[in-house]
DNA sequence: CAGCCAACCAAACAGTTGCTTGGTAGGTTA
DNA sequence: TAACCTACCAAGCAACTGTTTGGTTGGCTG
Protein backbone atom coordinates (compact mmCIF):
# COMPACT_ATOMS: atom_id res chain seq x y z
CA UNK A 1 0.00 0.00 0.00
CA UNK A 2 1.73 3.54 -0.90
CA UNK A 3 1.46 5.62 2.46
CA UNK A 4 1.58 8.48 0.07
CA UNK A 5 -1.74 8.40 -0.62
CA UNK A 6 -3.47 6.20 2.31
CA UNK A 7 -3.68 7.94 5.44
CA UNK A 8 -4.19 6.00 8.55
CA UNK A 9 -7.33 6.92 10.61
CA UNK A 10 -4.71 8.53 12.68
CA UNK A 11 -3.07 11.01 10.50
CA UNK A 12 -6.31 12.21 9.16
CA UNK A 13 -8.09 12.72 12.61
CA UNK A 14 -4.81 14.79 13.00
CA UNK A 15 -5.85 16.76 9.60
CA UNK A 16 -8.93 17.35 10.56
CA UNK A 17 -7.56 19.02 14.04
CA UNK A 18 -5.54 20.39 11.95
CA UNK A 19 -7.47 22.70 9.62
CA UNK A 20 -9.96 23.79 12.53
CA UNK A 21 -6.85 24.45 14.90
CA UNK A 22 -5.83 27.01 12.07
CA UNK A 23 -9.26 28.50 10.76
CA UNK A 24 -10.30 29.51 14.51
CA UNK A 25 -7.30 29.12 16.72
CA UNK A 26 -6.09 25.80 19.01
CA UNK A 27 -8.19 27.37 22.27
CA UNK A 28 -11.20 28.02 20.50
CA UNK A 29 -11.23 24.29 19.00
CA UNK A 30 -12.81 21.92 21.33
CA UNK A 31 -12.34 17.84 21.26
CA UNK A 32 -16.39 18.00 20.74
CA UNK A 33 -15.57 19.81 17.37
CA UNK A 34 -12.71 18.08 15.96
CA UNK A 35 -14.83 14.34 16.85
CA UNK A 36 -18.01 16.18 15.72
CA UNK A 37 -15.61 16.53 12.19
CA UNK A 38 -14.68 13.04 12.19
CA UNK A 39 -18.07 11.86 12.73
CA UNK A 40 -17.34 10.38 16.03
CA UNK A 41 -17.61 10.93 19.77
CA UNK A 42 -15.15 12.89 21.13
CA UNK A 43 -14.10 10.39 23.73
CA UNK A 44 -12.95 8.46 20.74
CA UNK A 45 -10.17 10.16 19.69
CA UNK A 46 -8.47 9.49 22.94
CA UNK A 47 -8.16 5.61 21.78
CA UNK A 48 -5.84 7.63 19.36
CA UNK A 49 -4.34 10.99 20.84
CA UNK A 50 -3.29 10.81 24.56
CA UNK A 51 -4.76 14.62 24.80
CA UNK A 52 -6.10 17.62 23.26
CA UNK A 53 -2.45 19.10 23.40
CA UNK A 54 -0.19 16.34 22.26
CA UNK A 55 -2.29 16.77 18.55
CA UNK A 56 -1.05 20.32 18.48
CA UNK A 57 2.32 18.96 19.71
CA UNK A 58 2.05 16.24 16.83
CA UNK A 59 1.04 18.48 14.11
CA UNK A 60 3.78 21.38 14.90
CA UNK A 61 6.68 19.30 15.72
CA UNK A 62 5.79 17.48 12.74
CA UNK A 63 5.54 20.04 10.20
CA UNK A 64 9.07 22.33 12.03
CA UNK A 65 11.00 19.21 11.42
CA UNK A 66 10.20 19.15 7.41
CA UNK A 67 10.34 23.44 7.05
CA UNK A 68 13.31 23.64 9.13
CA UNK A 69 15.00 20.68 7.35
CA UNK A 70 14.57 22.02 3.92
CA UNK A 71 15.97 25.62 4.99
CA UNK A 72 18.85 23.54 6.47
CA UNK A 73 19.62 22.26 3.02
CA UNK A 74 19.36 25.52 1.78
CA UNK A 75 21.92 27.17 3.92
CA UNK A 76 24.45 24.58 3.50
CA UNK A 77 24.04 24.98 -0.25
CA UNK A 78 26.61 26.21 -2.06
CA UNK A 79 24.29 29.35 -3.20
CA UNK A 80 25.67 32.85 -2.68
CA UNK A 81 23.54 35.04 -0.10
CA UNK A 82 21.20 36.95 -2.29
CA UNK A 83 20.03 33.21 -3.83
CA UNK A 84 20.06 31.81 -0.44
CA UNK A 85 17.40 34.54 0.39
CA UNK A 86 15.41 33.77 -2.19
CA UNK A 87 15.58 30.01 -2.31
CA UNK A 88 14.82 30.28 2.04
CA UNK A 89 11.74 32.67 0.65
CA UNK A 90 10.60 30.33 -2.20
CA UNK A 91 10.39 27.66 0.09
CA UNK A 92 8.58 29.15 2.69
CA UNK A 93 5.67 30.15 0.43
CA UNK A 94 5.63 26.41 -0.88
CA UNK A 95 5.09 25.34 2.89
CA UNK A 96 2.43 28.33 2.99
CA UNK A 97 0.59 26.30 0.13
CA UNK A 98 1.10 22.66 1.50
CA UNK A 99 0.96 23.13 4.87
CA UNK A 100 -1.49 25.72 5.16
CA UNK A 101 -2.90 24.68 8.30
CA UNK A 102 0.11 23.87 10.36
CA UNK A 103 1.45 27.27 9.07
CA UNK A 104 -1.47 29.30 10.38
CA UNK A 105 -1.67 27.51 13.68
CA UNK A 106 2.13 28.45 13.97
CA UNK A 107 1.14 31.94 13.29
CA UNK A 108 -1.51 32.36 15.40
CA UNK A 109 -0.80 29.95 18.79
CA UNK A 110 2.92 29.33 18.64
CA UNK A 111 3.87 32.49 20.63
CA UNK A 112 1.29 31.25 23.38
CA UNK A 113 2.44 28.08 23.43
CA UNK A 114 5.98 28.98 23.30
CA UNK A 115 5.80 29.58 26.81
CA UNK A 116 5.11 26.21 28.23
CA UNK A 117 7.79 23.66 28.82
CA UNK A 118 6.09 21.17 26.47
CA UNK A 119 6.64 23.22 23.06
CA UNK A 120 9.95 25.20 24.19
CA UNK A 121 11.77 23.42 21.42
CA UNK A 122 8.99 25.19 18.89
CA UNK A 123 11.37 28.48 20.21
CA UNK A 124 14.46 26.68 20.34
CA UNK A 125 14.65 26.21 16.53
CA UNK A 126 13.19 29.25 16.20
CA UNK A 127 16.34 31.12 18.19
CA UNK A 128 18.69 28.72 16.26
CA UNK A 129 17.67 30.00 12.42
CA UNK A 130 17.51 33.96 13.72
CA UNK A 131 21.34 33.25 14.12
CA UNK A 132 21.56 31.43 10.24
CA UNK A 133 19.68 34.34 8.72
CA UNK A 134 21.19 36.79 10.61
CA UNK A 135 24.86 35.57 9.55
CA UNK A 136 23.21 35.40 6.22
CA UNK A 137 22.29 39.09 6.14
CA UNK A 138 25.46 40.36 7.28
CA UNK A 139 27.70 37.37 4.86
CA UNK A 140 25.21 39.52 1.99
CA UNK A 141 26.26 42.84 3.27
CA UNK A 142 29.94 42.36 3.34
CA UNK A 143 29.09 41.00 -0.15
CA UNK A 144 27.73 44.26 -1.21
CA UNK A 145 24.54 42.60 -2.02
CA UNK A 146 22.70 44.17 0.28
CA UNK A 147 22.69 47.98 1.35
CA UNK A 148 24.10 48.86 4.63
CA UNK A 149 22.03 51.86 6.21
CA UNK A 150 19.54 49.37 7.91
CA UNK A 151 19.57 47.57 10.86
CA UNK A 152 20.15 43.80 9.90
CA UNK A 153 17.78 42.71 12.62
CA UNK A 154 14.69 44.55 11.60
CA UNK A 155 15.73 43.04 7.86
CA UNK A 156 15.50 39.46 9.45
CA UNK A 157 11.88 39.95 11.17
CA UNK A 158 10.71 41.93 7.84
CA UNK A 159 11.72 39.00 5.76
CA UNK A 160 10.16 36.90 8.43
CA UNK A 161 7.64 38.16 8.38
CA UNK A 162 6.43 39.56 5.44
CA UNK A 163 6.63 35.74 4.21
CA UNK A 164 4.24 33.86 7.12
CA UNK A 165 2.13 36.96 7.16
CA UNK A 166 0.14 36.03 4.08
CA UNK A 167 -0.77 32.91 5.40
CA UNK A 168 -4.02 35.44 6.43
CA UNK A 169 -5.04 35.74 3.22
CA UNK A 170 -3.29 32.96 0.91
CA UNK A 171 -5.41 29.81 0.29
CA UNK A 172 -4.35 26.99 -1.74
CA UNK A 173 -6.51 26.15 -4.78
CA UNK A 174 -7.32 29.70 -4.72
CA UNK A 175 -7.03 32.31 -7.89
CA UNK A 176 -3.57 33.30 -7.33
CA UNK A 177 -1.05 30.65 -7.67
CA UNK A 178 1.99 30.46 -4.48
CA UNK A 179 4.66 31.01 -7.32
CA UNK A 180 3.18 34.41 -8.48
CA UNK A 181 2.95 35.83 -5.01
CA UNK A 182 6.37 34.51 -4.38
CA UNK A 183 7.37 36.48 -7.82
CA UNK A 184 5.97 39.60 -6.43
CA UNK A 185 6.77 39.63 -2.59
CA UNK A 186 10.52 38.37 -3.78
CA UNK A 187 10.42 41.95 -6.37
CA UNK A 188 9.39 44.03 -3.63
CA UNK A 189 11.15 42.87 -1.15
CA UNK A 190 14.04 42.23 -3.02
CA UNK A 191 14.58 45.48 -4.56
CA UNK A 192 14.15 46.83 -1.24
CA UNK A 193 16.57 45.52 0.68
CA UNK A 194 19.25 45.19 -2.12
CA UNK A 195 21.68 47.84 -2.76
CA UNK A 196 21.14 49.63 -5.99
CA UNK A 197 22.08 48.59 -9.28
CA UNK A 198 23.17 45.46 -7.82
CA UNK A 199 20.13 43.52 -9.12
CA UNK A 200 19.22 42.13 -12.16
CA UNK A 201 15.55 41.99 -13.94
CA UNK B 1 -8.82 66.99 37.97
CA UNK B 2 -7.13 66.38 34.30
CA UNK B 3 -9.24 63.95 32.94
CA UNK B 4 -6.20 63.64 30.57
CA UNK B 5 -4.40 61.98 33.49
CA UNK B 6 -6.69 60.41 35.67
CA UNK B 7 -8.35 57.13 34.24
CA UNK B 8 -11.74 56.17 35.90
CA UNK B 9 -11.95 53.07 37.20
CA UNK B 10 -13.87 51.73 34.37
CA UNK B 11 -10.93 52.81 32.02
CA UNK B 12 -8.57 51.20 34.50
CA UNK B 13 -10.18 47.78 34.27
CA UNK B 14 -10.57 48.35 30.55
CA UNK B 15 -6.78 49.24 30.10
CA UNK B 16 -5.89 46.04 32.42
CA UNK B 17 -8.13 43.96 30.23
CA UNK B 18 -6.73 44.63 26.93
CA UNK B 19 -3.11 44.00 28.12
CA UNK B 20 -4.41 40.53 28.77
CA UNK B 21 -6.42 39.70 25.43
CA UNK B 22 -3.27 41.67 23.71
CA UNK B 23 -0.68 39.01 25.67
CA UNK B 24 -2.82 35.59 26.14
CA UNK B 25 -5.25 36.06 23.45
CA UNK B 26 -9.35 36.97 24.23
CA UNK B 27 -10.26 33.47 24.53
CA UNK B 28 -6.97 32.62 26.61
CA UNK B 29 -8.37 35.12 29.32
CA UNK B 30 -11.19 34.15 31.72
CA UNK B 31 -12.99 37.01 33.86
CA UNK B 32 -11.32 35.45 36.65
CA UNK B 33 -7.55 36.77 35.17
CA UNK B 34 -8.95 40.44 34.79
CA UNK B 35 -10.64 40.55 37.64
CA UNK B 36 -7.10 39.04 39.97
CA UNK B 37 -4.47 41.73 37.86
CA UNK B 38 -6.96 45.00 39.18
CA UNK B 39 -7.58 43.29 42.54
CA UNK B 40 -10.95 42.51 42.65
CA UNK B 41 -13.35 39.30 42.42
CA UNK B 42 -14.93 38.18 38.74
CA UNK B 43 -18.30 39.07 39.74
CA UNK B 44 -17.26 42.52 40.53
CA UNK B 45 -16.23 43.30 36.75
CA UNK B 46 -19.97 42.98 35.95
CA UNK B 47 -20.96 46.43 37.79
CA UNK B 48 -18.85 47.85 35.19
CA UNK B 49 -19.63 46.15 32.04
CA UNK B 50 -22.32 43.92 30.67
CA UNK B 51 -19.68 41.26 29.57
CA UNK B 52 -16.65 39.96 28.48
CA UNK B 53 -17.76 40.31 25.29
CA UNK B 54 -18.52 44.02 25.39
CA UNK B 55 -15.06 44.50 27.15
CA UNK B 56 -13.70 43.76 23.60
CA UNK B 57 -16.03 45.58 21.92
CA UNK B 58 -15.72 48.51 23.67
CA UNK B 59 -11.89 48.31 23.29
CA UNK B 60 -11.59 47.59 19.72
CA UNK B 61 -14.35 49.62 18.67
CA UNK B 62 -12.72 52.63 20.74
CA UNK B 63 -9.35 52.43 18.64
CA UNK B 64 -10.88 51.77 15.51
CA UNK B 65 -12.39 54.98 15.64
CA UNK B 66 -9.59 56.81 16.40
CA UNK B 67 -7.45 55.13 13.97
CA UNK B 68 -9.83 55.77 11.08
CA UNK B 69 -10.82 58.70 11.90
CA UNK B 70 -6.79 59.61 11.79
CA UNK B 71 -6.29 57.84 8.11
CA UNK B 72 -9.56 59.75 6.62
CA UNK B 73 -7.66 63.07 7.62
CA UNK B 74 -4.50 61.60 5.55
CA UNK B 75 -7.06 60.61 2.82
CA UNK B 76 -8.70 63.63 2.67
CA UNK B 77 -5.78 65.77 2.74
CA UNK B 78 -3.91 67.33 -0.04
CA UNK B 79 -0.72 65.06 -0.05
CA UNK B 80 0.10 63.25 -3.45
CA UNK B 81 0.00 59.84 -3.70
CA UNK B 82 3.74 58.69 -2.13
CA UNK B 83 3.44 61.23 0.69
CA UNK B 84 0.09 59.95 1.55
CA UNK B 85 1.52 55.84 2.02
CA UNK B 86 4.09 57.85 3.74
CA UNK B 87 1.75 59.46 6.22
CA UNK B 88 -0.73 56.90 6.77
CA UNK B 89 2.04 54.33 7.31
CA UNK B 90 3.65 56.45 10.05
CA UNK B 91 -0.17 56.89 11.82
CA UNK B 92 -0.01 53.34 12.34
CA UNK B 93 3.10 53.16 13.37
CA UNK B 94 2.22 55.50 15.90
CA UNK B 95 -0.85 53.62 16.77
CA UNK B 96 1.36 50.70 16.88
CA UNK B 97 3.00 52.47 19.59
CA UNK B 98 0.47 54.19 21.77
CA UNK B 99 -1.85 51.36 21.43
CA UNK B 100 -0.03 48.64 21.58
CA UNK B 101 -2.85 46.33 23.27
CA UNK B 102 -5.56 47.57 21.24
CA UNK B 103 -3.46 46.37 17.66
CA UNK B 104 -2.26 42.98 19.68
CA UNK B 105 -5.65 42.06 20.27
CA UNK B 106 -6.59 43.46 16.41
CA UNK B 107 -4.30 41.73 14.68
CA UNK B 108 -4.63 37.96 16.81
CA UNK B 109 -8.68 37.91 17.15
CA UNK B 110 -10.33 40.56 15.14
CA UNK B 111 -10.60 37.40 12.21
CA UNK B 112 -12.75 35.36 14.19
CA UNK B 113 -14.72 38.15 15.60
CA UNK B 114 -15.76 39.60 12.41
CA UNK B 115 -17.63 36.74 11.89
CA UNK B 116 -20.06 37.23 14.53
CA UNK B 117 -22.89 39.70 13.79
CA UNK B 118 -21.61 42.15 16.89
CA UNK B 119 -17.87 42.66 15.62
CA UNK B 120 -19.28 42.70 11.77
CA UNK B 121 -18.40 46.90 11.80
CA UNK B 122 -14.81 45.45 12.19
CA UNK B 123 -14.82 44.14 8.70
CA UNK B 124 -17.11 47.08 7.28
CA UNK B 125 -14.94 49.55 7.91
CA UNK B 126 -11.90 47.00 7.06
CA UNK B 127 -13.68 46.38 3.37
CA UNK B 128 -13.99 50.44 2.89
CA UNK B 129 -10.53 51.39 4.14
CA UNK B 130 -9.21 49.01 1.49
CA UNK B 131 -11.33 50.39 -1.36
CA UNK B 132 -9.25 53.53 -0.51
CA UNK B 133 -5.90 52.05 -0.65
CA UNK B 134 -6.72 50.85 -4.36
CA UNK B 135 -7.70 54.21 -5.18
CA UNK B 136 -4.74 55.33 -3.88
CA UNK B 137 -1.91 53.04 -5.62
CA UNK B 138 -3.99 53.08 -8.30
CA UNK B 139 -3.35 56.91 -8.36
CA UNK B 140 0.42 56.21 -7.66
CA UNK B 141 0.51 54.30 -10.56
CA UNK B 142 -0.90 56.51 -13.03
CA UNK B 143 1.06 59.55 -11.39
CA UNK B 144 4.61 57.10 -12.41
CA UNK B 145 5.45 56.83 -9.13
CA UNK B 146 4.56 53.21 -8.58
CA UNK B 147 5.98 50.41 -10.59
CA UNK B 148 3.71 49.23 -12.78
CA UNK B 149 5.17 45.33 -12.82
CA UNK B 150 2.77 44.29 -9.77
CA UNK B 151 -0.68 43.39 -8.89
CA UNK B 152 -2.08 46.32 -6.71
CA UNK B 153 -3.97 43.75 -4.60
CA UNK B 154 -1.08 42.20 -3.51
CA UNK B 155 0.77 45.93 -2.78
CA UNK B 156 -2.21 46.70 -0.39
CA UNK B 157 -1.58 43.51 1.41
CA UNK B 158 1.97 43.59 1.56
CA UNK B 159 1.80 47.73 3.04
CA UNK B 160 -0.90 46.54 5.34
CA UNK B 161 0.13 43.41 6.78
CA UNK B 162 3.78 44.45 7.12
CA UNK B 163 3.05 47.43 9.02
CA UNK B 164 0.58 45.56 11.55
CA UNK B 165 2.57 42.30 11.90
CA UNK B 166 4.97 44.23 13.70
CA UNK B 167 2.99 44.36 16.46
CA UNK B 168 4.80 40.76 17.46
CA UNK B 169 8.14 42.28 18.06
CA UNK B 170 7.53 45.76 18.63
CA UNK B 171 7.24 46.62 22.27
CA UNK B 172 6.66 50.23 23.54
CA UNK B 173 9.54 51.90 25.44
CA UNK B 174 11.88 49.28 24.18
CA UNK B 175 15.50 50.00 22.77
CA UNK B 176 14.34 50.78 19.24
CA UNK B 177 12.28 53.98 18.52
CA UNK B 178 9.20 53.58 16.72
CA UNK B 179 10.47 56.64 14.54
CA UNK B 180 13.59 54.12 13.43
CA UNK B 181 10.96 51.37 12.91
CA UNK B 182 9.22 53.76 10.76
CA UNK B 183 12.35 55.13 8.89
CA UNK B 184 13.70 51.72 7.94
CA UNK B 185 10.13 49.92 6.92
CA UNK B 186 9.65 52.66 4.75
CA UNK B 187 12.78 52.61 3.52
CA UNK B 188 12.47 49.15 2.65
CA UNK B 189 8.90 49.59 1.53
CA UNK B 190 9.22 52.55 -0.99
CA UNK B 191 12.03 51.37 -2.68
CA UNK B 192 10.32 48.17 -3.05
CA UNK B 193 7.02 49.28 -4.60
CA UNK B 194 8.26 52.74 -6.24
CA UNK B 195 9.28 52.86 -10.20
CA UNK B 196 12.81 54.25 -9.63
CA UNK B 197 13.85 51.31 -7.59
CA UNK B 198 12.88 49.01 -10.89
CA UNK B 199 15.64 48.03 -12.69
CA UNK B 200 14.34 47.05 -16.39
CA UNK B 201 11.18 47.73 -15.47
C1' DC C 1 -27.66 63.65 60.17
C1' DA C 2 -29.97 60.77 56.37
C1' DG C 3 -29.81 59.42 51.80
C1' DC C 4 -27.34 58.08 48.00
C1' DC C 5 -23.99 56.05 45.13
C1' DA C 6 -19.96 53.77 43.04
C1' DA C 7 -17.27 49.92 43.95
C1' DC C 8 -16.91 45.77 45.54
C1' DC C 9 -17.74 40.96 48.06
C1' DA C 10 -19.51 36.19 48.74
C1' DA C 11 -21.74 32.59 46.98
C1' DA C 12 -23.72 30.35 43.78
C1' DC C 13 -25.51 28.88 38.94
C1' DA C 14 -25.76 26.45 34.44
C1' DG C 15 -23.19 25.41 30.61
C1' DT C 16 -18.80 23.93 28.62
C1' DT C 17 -14.33 21.98 28.85
C1' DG C 18 -10.79 18.09 28.52
C1' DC C 19 -10.68 13.67 29.79
C1' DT C 20 -11.82 8.76 31.87
C1' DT C 21 -14.10 4.47 32.25
C1' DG C 22 -16.08 0.14 30.95
C1' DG C 23 -17.92 -1.88 27.27
C1' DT C 24 -18.87 -3.42 22.16
C1' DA C 25 -18.69 -4.35 16.95
C1' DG C 26 -16.20 -6.20 13.38
C1' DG C 27 -12.18 -7.82 11.28
C1' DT C 28 -7.65 -10.53 11.41
C1' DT C 29 -4.61 -13.87 13.06
C1' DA C 30 -3.13 -18.55 15.21
C1' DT D 1 -12.92 -21.35 17.46
C1' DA D 2 -10.63 -18.77 20.40
C1' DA D 3 -7.72 -14.96 21.16
C1' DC D 4 -6.62 -10.57 19.80
C1' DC D 5 -6.84 -6.02 17.65
C1' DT D 6 -8.43 -1.44 16.03
C1' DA D 7 -11.89 1.73 16.23
C1' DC D 8 -15.43 3.23 18.32
C1' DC D 9 -19.77 4.21 21.78
C1' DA D 10 -22.27 5.67 26.05
C1' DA D 11 -22.12 7.83 30.10
C1' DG D 12 -20.25 10.53 33.21
C1' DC D 13 -16.81 13.40 36.10
C1' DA D 14 -14.23 17.29 37.98
C1' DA D 15 -12.58 21.58 36.77
C1' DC D 16 -13.39 25.74 34.68
C1' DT D 17 -16.25 29.12 32.19
C1' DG D 18 -19.16 33.54 31.97
C1' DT D 19 -22.67 35.37 34.54
C1' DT D 20 -26.24 36.49 38.32
C1' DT D 21 -27.90 37.73 42.82
C1' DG D 22 -28.28 39.93 47.19
C1' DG D 23 -25.69 42.18 50.33
C1' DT D 24 -21.73 45.34 52.26
C1' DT D 25 -18.52 49.29 52.51
C1' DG D 26 -16.89 53.89 52.60
C1' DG D 27 -17.11 58.37 50.79
C1' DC D 28 -19.84 62.23 49.15
C1' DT D 29 -23.88 65.48 49.27
C1' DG D 30 -27.96 68.11 50.64
Known amino acids: MPE ?3 LSRREELLRIAAELFASRGVKNTTVRDIADAAGILSGSLYHHFDSKESMVDEILST ?3 ELFGTWDDIMRSKLDARAKVEAVVRASFDALDKHHSEVAIYQND ?8 RFAYLKDRNDQ ?9 REGEKAGVLRTDLDIELVYRFVRDTVWVAVRWYR ?3 PMAIETVADQYLTILLSGISKEGTQRG
Open 129 to 137: FREVWMRLL
Open 110 to 117: AAYLMESE
Open 63 to 65: FQE
Open 4 to 6: STT
Open 172 to 174: PGG
